[in-house]
Protein backbone atom coordinates (compact mmCIF):
# COMPACT_ATOMS: atom_id res chain seq x y z
CA UNK A 1 0.00 0.00 0.00
CA UNK A 2 0.96 3.75 -0.80
CA UNK A 3 0.33 6.97 1.00
CA UNK A 4 -1.84 7.41 -2.27
CA UNK A 5 -6.14 8.32 -1.95
CA UNK A 6 -7.94 6.05 -4.02
CA UNK A 7 -9.24 8.87 -6.40
CA UNK A 8 -5.57 10.47 -6.90
CA UNK A 9 -5.20 8.61 -10.04
CA UNK A 10 -8.08 10.74 -11.36
CA UNK A 11 -7.18 14.09 -13.17
CA UNK A 12 -8.56 17.33 -10.99
CA UNK A 13 -9.77 18.66 -14.33
CA UNK A 14 -12.78 17.87 -15.65
CA UNK A 15 -13.12 16.39 -19.37
CA UNK A 16 -15.16 19.28 -20.69
CA UNK A 17 -12.42 21.47 -19.55
CA UNK A 18 -9.88 19.58 -20.57
CA UNK A 19 -11.67 19.63 -24.36
CA UNK A 20 -11.68 23.78 -23.88
CA UNK A 21 -8.14 23.46 -23.34
CA UNK A 22 -7.11 21.79 -26.11
CA UNK A 23 -9.34 24.06 -28.19
CA UNK A 24 -7.50 26.82 -27.00
CA UNK A 25 -4.48 24.98 -27.92
CA UNK A 26 -5.10 25.19 -31.36
CA UNK A 27 -7.04 28.53 -31.80
CA UNK A 28 -3.65 29.98 -30.32
CA UNK A 29 -1.64 28.62 -32.84
CA UNK A 30 -3.76 29.40 -35.66
CA UNK A 31 -3.62 32.95 -33.94
CA UNK A 32 0.28 32.91 -34.68
CA UNK A 33 0.08 31.36 -38.19
CA UNK A 34 -2.21 34.04 -39.29
CA UNK A 35 0.51 36.72 -38.01
CA UNK A 36 3.03 34.66 -40.03
CA UNK A 37 4.92 33.62 -36.48
CA UNK A 38 7.30 30.45 -37.16
CA UNK A 39 6.23 27.56 -34.31
CA UNK A 40 9.99 26.58 -32.83
CA UNK A 41 11.19 24.22 -30.17
CA UNK A 42 14.35 24.76 -27.66
CA UNK A 43 15.65 22.73 -24.32
CA UNK A 44 13.78 22.58 -22.04
CA UNK A 45 17.29 22.14 -19.96
CA UNK A 46 19.88 24.01 -20.08
CA UNK A 47 22.68 25.04 -19.13
CA UNK A 48 21.80 28.83 -18.78
CA UNK A 49 18.77 30.09 -16.72
CA UNK A 50 17.26 33.52 -16.21
CA UNK A 51 18.76 35.50 -13.33
CA UNK A 52 15.93 36.72 -11.41
CA UNK A 53 15.37 37.97 -7.88
CA UNK A 54 11.79 35.89 -7.45
CA UNK A 55 12.38 33.20 -9.70
CA UNK A 56 14.01 29.92 -8.50
CA UNK A 57 14.54 27.82 -11.32
CA UNK A 58 15.36 24.11 -10.61
CA UNK A 59 18.52 22.27 -11.29
CA UNK A 60 18.91 18.81 -12.11
CA UNK A 61 22.41 17.07 -12.33
CA UNK A 62 23.22 15.72 -16.00
CA UNK A 63 25.63 12.41 -14.81
CA UNK A 64 27.93 10.27 -17.22
CA UNK A 65 27.50 7.20 -15.10
CA UNK A 66 24.15 6.03 -13.67
CA UNK A 67 25.82 4.42 -10.79
CA UNK A 68 26.91 8.00 -9.49
CA UNK A 69 23.58 10.09 -10.56
CA UNK A 70 24.62 12.71 -8.54
CA UNK A 71 27.64 13.62 -10.64
CA UNK A 72 27.14 15.73 -13.40
CA UNK A 73 27.00 18.80 -14.79
CA UNK A 74 24.26 21.16 -13.11
CA UNK A 75 22.03 21.73 -15.50
CA UNK A 76 18.47 23.87 -15.68
CA UNK A 77 14.78 23.79 -16.32
CA UNK A 78 14.12 26.60 -18.06
CA UNK A 79 11.66 29.49 -16.05
CA UNK A 80 10.60 30.58 -19.79
CA UNK A 81 12.06 30.24 -22.87
CA UNK A 82 13.16 33.28 -23.57
CA UNK A 83 17.47 32.50 -23.43
CA UNK A 84 17.03 30.13 -26.17
CA UNK A 85 14.26 32.33 -28.82
CA UNK A 86 16.39 35.04 -28.68
CA UNK A 87 19.58 33.34 -29.55
CA UNK A 88 17.09 32.44 -32.56
CA UNK A 89 16.19 35.83 -33.40
CA UNK A 90 20.22 36.69 -33.28
CA UNK A 91 20.61 33.63 -35.81
CA UNK A 92 17.89 35.79 -38.36
CA UNK A 93 14.43 34.39 -37.16
CA UNK A 94 12.05 37.26 -37.25
CA UNK A 95 8.61 36.35 -35.96
CA UNK A 96 8.71 33.33 -33.52
CA UNK A 97 6.33 31.31 -30.77
CA UNK A 98 6.64 28.35 -28.59
CA UNK A 99 3.94 26.78 -26.48
CA UNK A 100 6.02 24.63 -24.20
CA UNK A 101 6.35 23.55 -20.75
CA UNK A 102 8.26 26.05 -17.69
CA UNK A 103 9.42 25.39 -14.38
CA UNK A 104 9.47 27.43 -11.40
CA UNK A 105 10.11 26.23 -7.67
CA UNK A 106 8.12 27.56 -5.02
CA UNK A 107 5.11 28.49 -6.75
CA UNK A 108 2.41 26.79 -5.72
CA UNK A 109 -1.29 27.71 -5.08
CA UNK A 110 -4.50 28.48 -6.56
CA UNK A 111 -2.70 30.93 -9.67
CA UNK A 112 0.81 28.68 -9.28
CA UNK A 113 2.09 25.11 -10.26
CA UNK A 114 5.54 24.34 -10.17
CA UNK A 115 5.32 23.14 -13.77
CA UNK A 116 2.85 24.74 -16.36
CA UNK A 117 2.20 25.69 -19.63
CA UNK A 118 3.63 29.26 -21.36
CA UNK A 119 3.40 30.52 -24.66
CA UNK A 120 6.20 32.60 -25.47
CA UNK A 121 6.27 35.31 -28.80
CA UNK A 122 9.25 37.41 -30.02
CA UNK A 123 8.81 39.76 -33.01
CA UNK A 124 11.28 41.78 -34.61
CA UNK A 125 11.04 45.53 -35.42
CA UNK A 126 8.24 45.82 -33.11
CA UNK A 127 8.49 49.03 -30.77
CA UNK A 128 7.05 48.37 -27.12
CA UNK A 129 3.50 49.93 -28.52
CA UNK A 130 3.42 47.33 -31.52
CA UNK A 131 4.18 44.80 -28.64
CA UNK A 132 1.26 45.60 -26.49
CA UNK A 133 -1.43 45.92 -29.89
CA UNK A 134 -0.66 42.67 -30.76
CA UNK A 135 -1.25 41.32 -27.12
CA UNK A 136 -4.45 43.43 -27.20
CA UNK A 137 -5.27 41.90 -30.23
CA UNK A 138 -4.79 38.05 -28.49
CA UNK A 139 -6.89 38.94 -25.75
CA UNK A 140 -9.67 40.30 -27.20
CA UNK A 141 -9.98 37.18 -29.19
CA UNK A 142 -9.53 34.67 -26.59
CA UNK A 143 -11.52 36.56 -24.16
CA UNK A 144 -14.14 37.77 -25.48
CA UNK A 145 -13.36 41.60 -24.90
CA UNK A 146 -14.21 44.75 -26.46
CA UNK A 147 -11.35 46.51 -25.83
CA UNK A 148 -8.49 46.26 -23.74
CA UNK A 149 -7.29 49.40 -21.41
CA UNK A 150 -4.00 50.53 -21.26
CA UNK A 151 -2.71 52.17 -17.92
CA UNK A 152 1.09 53.17 -16.70
CA UNK A 153 2.04 52.00 -13.68
CA UNK A 154 2.26 55.58 -12.40
CA UNK A 155 -1.02 56.26 -13.30
CA UNK A 156 -2.50 52.98 -11.27
CA UNK A 157 -0.31 53.83 -7.99
CA UNK A 158 -1.64 57.57 -8.40
CA UNK A 159 -4.81 56.12 -8.73
CA UNK A 160 -5.53 53.28 -6.36
CA UNK A 161 -3.00 54.66 -3.49
CA UNK A 162 -2.27 58.47 -4.34
CA UNK A 163 1.34 57.80 -4.72
CA UNK A 164 3.30 58.45 -7.56
CA UNK A 165 5.11 55.25 -7.63
CA UNK A 166 8.79 56.78 -8.77
CA UNK A 167 8.85 59.19 -6.26
CA UNK A 168 7.48 58.07 -3.23
CA UNK A 169 10.06 57.26 -0.21
CA UNK A 170 10.32 53.98 1.67
CA UNK A 171 8.40 56.15 4.20
CA UNK A 172 5.66 56.95 2.14
CA UNK A 173 5.17 53.51 0.71
CA UNK A 174 5.30 51.81 4.39
CA UNK A 175 2.64 54.47 5.90
CA UNK A 176 0.34 53.35 3.04
CA UNK A 177 1.14 49.98 3.98
CA UNK A 178 0.06 50.23 8.02
CA UNK A 179 -2.24 52.74 6.95
CA UNK A 180 -4.46 49.64 4.72
CA UNK A 181 -3.55 47.04 7.83
CA UNK A 182 -1.16 45.05 5.12
CA UNK A 183 0.71 42.10 7.09
CA UNK A 184 4.39 43.25 6.40
CA UNK A 185 6.57 40.78 5.79
CA UNK A 186 9.71 40.64 8.97
CA UNK A 187 12.27 41.00 6.28
CA UNK A 188 11.26 44.12 4.38
CA UNK A 189 14.07 46.29 3.75
CA UNK A 190 14.34 49.98 4.86
CA UNK A 191 16.39 51.38 1.86
CA UNK A 192 14.73 49.28 -1.14
CA UNK A 193 11.70 50.91 -2.82
CA UNK A 194 10.76 47.92 -5.24
CA UNK A 195 10.03 45.35 -2.44
CA UNK A 196 7.48 48.34 -0.99
CA UNK A 197 6.05 48.51 -4.41
CA UNK A 198 5.82 45.09 -5.34
CA UNK A 199 3.70 44.92 -1.69
CA UNK A 200 1.67 47.45 -2.54
CA UNK A 201 1.27 46.69 -6.41
CA UNK A 202 0.03 42.89 -5.43
CA UNK A 203 -2.18 44.39 -2.28
CA UNK A 204 -3.58 47.57 -3.60
CA UNK A 205 -3.10 48.08 -7.25
CA UNK A 206 -3.28 44.28 -8.60
CA UNK A 207 -6.84 43.53 -7.32
CA UNK A 208 -8.79 46.50 -8.66
CA UNK A 209 -6.81 45.49 -12.06
CA UNK A 210 -8.38 44.37 -15.49
CA UNK A 211 -11.99 44.29 -13.82
CA UNK A 212 -14.57 46.04 -16.35
CA UNK A 213 -12.01 44.92 -19.37
CA UNK A 214 -8.70 43.08 -19.36
CA UNK A 215 -6.28 45.87 -19.02
CA UNK A 216 -2.68 46.63 -19.56
CA UNK A 217 -0.46 47.95 -17.31
CA UNK A 218 2.73 49.59 -18.60
CA UNK A 219 5.81 51.44 -17.77
CA UNK A 220 7.20 50.05 -14.83
CA UNK A 221 10.11 51.29 -12.57
CA UNK A 222 13.32 51.83 -13.95
CA UNK A 223 14.97 49.24 -11.09
CA UNK A 224 12.28 46.50 -11.81
CA UNK A 225 13.09 46.13 -15.95
CA UNK A 226 14.38 42.73 -15.48
CA UNK A 227 15.72 42.00 -19.00
CA UNK A 228 13.49 44.88 -20.82
CA UNK A 229 15.56 48.02 -21.91
CA UNK A 230 14.98 51.31 -19.82
CA UNK A 231 13.84 54.49 -21.62
CA UNK A 232 15.64 57.72 -20.95
CA UNK A 233 12.37 59.43 -20.33
CA UNK A 234 11.57 61.64 -17.18
CA UNK A 235 12.09 59.86 -14.75
CA UNK A 236 13.50 56.87 -17.27
CA UNK A 237 11.06 53.97 -16.79
CA UNK A 238 11.31 50.30 -17.81
CA UNK A 239 9.66 49.22 -21.27
CA UNK A 240 8.01 46.62 -19.70
CA UNK A 241 3.91 45.60 -19.76
CA UNK A 242 1.21 43.24 -17.97
CA UNK A 243 -1.89 42.02 -18.72
CA UNK A 244 -4.43 41.62 -15.96
CA UNK A 245 -7.48 40.33 -15.96
CA UNK A 246 -10.09 40.34 -12.68
CA UNK A 247 -6.80 41.13 -10.82
CA UNK A 248 -4.83 38.36 -11.83
CA UNK A 249 -1.78 38.35 -13.99
CA UNK A 250 -1.78 36.50 -17.48
CA UNK A 251 0.85 38.04 -19.80
CA UNK A 252 4.57 40.06 -19.71
CA UNK A 253 6.15 41.48 -21.81
CA UNK A 254 9.46 43.41 -22.63
CA UNK A 255 10.93 45.94 -25.14
CA UNK A 256 13.80 43.80 -25.20
CA UNK A 257 17.18 44.92 -23.73
CA UNK A 258 19.79 44.88 -26.54
CA UNK A 259 23.23 46.13 -24.65
CA UNK A 260 24.58 42.57 -23.51
CA UNK A 261 27.03 45.26 -21.01
CA UNK A 262 23.80 45.92 -19.20
CA UNK A 263 22.31 42.80 -19.15
CA UNK A 264 26.29 41.58 -17.23
CA UNK A 265 25.61 44.63 -14.79
CA UNK A 266 22.32 43.53 -13.77
CA UNK A 267 22.33 39.97 -13.39
CA UNK A 268 26.10 40.81 -11.18
CA UNK A 269 23.73 43.05 -9.24
CA UNK A 270 20.15 40.17 -8.90
CA UNK A 271 22.89 38.09 -8.06
CA UNK A 272 23.70 40.13 -4.65
CA UNK A 273 20.03 40.56 -3.82
CA UNK A 274 19.47 36.81 -4.23
CA UNK A 275 22.37 36.77 -2.11
CA UNK A 276 20.99 39.12 0.98
CA UNK A 277 17.50 37.42 -0.19
CA UNK A 278 19.66 33.77 1.30
CA UNK A 279 18.90 32.23 -1.95
CA UNK A 280 21.62 30.10 -3.95
CA UNK A 281 23.35 32.04 -7.14
CA UNK A 282 22.84 31.47 -10.70
CA UNK A 283 24.99 31.26 -13.38
CA UNK A 284 25.55 35.21 -15.12
CA UNK A 285 27.23 33.92 -18.33
CA UNK A 286 25.00 32.62 -20.92
CA UNK A 287 25.16 32.00 -24.40
CA UNK A 288 22.35 34.57 -24.48
CA UNK A 289 24.87 37.10 -23.72
CA UNK A 290 27.36 35.81 -26.41
CA UNK A 291 24.63 36.21 -28.86
CA UNK A 292 23.70 39.61 -27.73
CA UNK A 293 27.39 40.37 -28.31
CA UNK A 294 26.85 38.80 -31.87
CA UNK A 295 23.77 41.23 -32.46
CA UNK A 296 19.77 41.50 -31.30
CA UNK A 297 17.67 43.08 -33.39
CA UNK A 298 15.09 45.42 -32.08
CA UNK A 299 12.20 43.17 -30.77
CA UNK A 300 9.53 42.92 -27.99
CA UNK A 301 8.79 39.66 -26.85
CA UNK A 302 5.46 38.03 -24.83
CA UNK A 303 4.90 35.52 -22.14
CA UNK A 304 1.50 34.25 -21.38
CA UNK A 305 0.44 31.86 -18.93
CA UNK A 306 -1.46 29.24 -20.87
CA UNK A 307 -2.78 27.58 -17.91
CA UNK A 308 -4.43 31.48 -16.39
CA UNK A 309 -5.98 32.31 -19.89
CA UNK A 310 -7.42 28.73 -19.59
CA UNK A 311 -8.82 29.63 -16.31
CA UNK A 312 -10.28 32.64 -17.38
CA UNK A 313 -11.48 31.63 -20.79
CA UNK A 314 -13.37 29.04 -19.13
CA UNK A 315 -14.43 30.81 -15.55
CA UNK A 316 -12.35 28.77 -13.56
CA UNK A 317 -11.07 29.65 -9.88
CA UNK A 318 -8.26 28.13 -9.65
CA UNK A 319 -5.15 26.30 -11.94
CA UNK A 320 -6.46 22.98 -10.84
CA UNK A 321 -9.68 23.25 -12.35
CA UNK A 322 -7.80 23.72 -16.05
CA UNK A 323 -4.80 20.92 -15.62
CA UNK A 324 -4.86 17.41 -15.72
CA UNK A 325 -2.45 16.59 -12.68
CA UNK A 326 -1.31 19.73 -10.69
CA UNK A 327 1.86 18.84 -8.47
CA UNK A 328 -0.04 17.24 -5.31
CA UNK A 329 -1.46 14.58 -7.91
CA UNK A 330 2.07 14.50 -10.43
Same mark, same amino acid.
Given at each position: ? /???? #???????? /??????????????????????????VETPLLSADTVVDRHLDPLSVTL?????????????????????????????????????????????????????? =????????????????????????????????????????????????? #??? /??????? $????????????????????????????? %????????????????????????? %???? =??????????? %????????????????? $??????????????????????? #?????????HGLPNCVGVALGFDRLVMVATGA?NLQEVMAFPIDRA
Amino acid at each position: M /TGHS #HADFRPSA /TMDRLRSRARLLARLREFFDRHDFLEVETPLLSADTVVDRHLDPLSVTLFDEPQVPSVGREMWLQTSPEFAMKRLLAAGAERIYQITRAFRGAETGAHHNPEF =TIVEWYRAGDSMDSGMSLLSELAEEFLNADCVIRTSYQEAFQRHIGLNP #HTA /TVRELEA $VAIGQGIPIPDEMPTDDCDEWLNLLLATL %VEPKLGGTAPEILYDYPASQAALAR %VRDS =TPPVAERFELY %VNGLELANGYHELLDAD $VLRERNRKTNLLRQTDGKYALPE #HSRLLEAMDHGLPNCVGVALGFDRLVMVATGASNLQEVMAFPIDRA
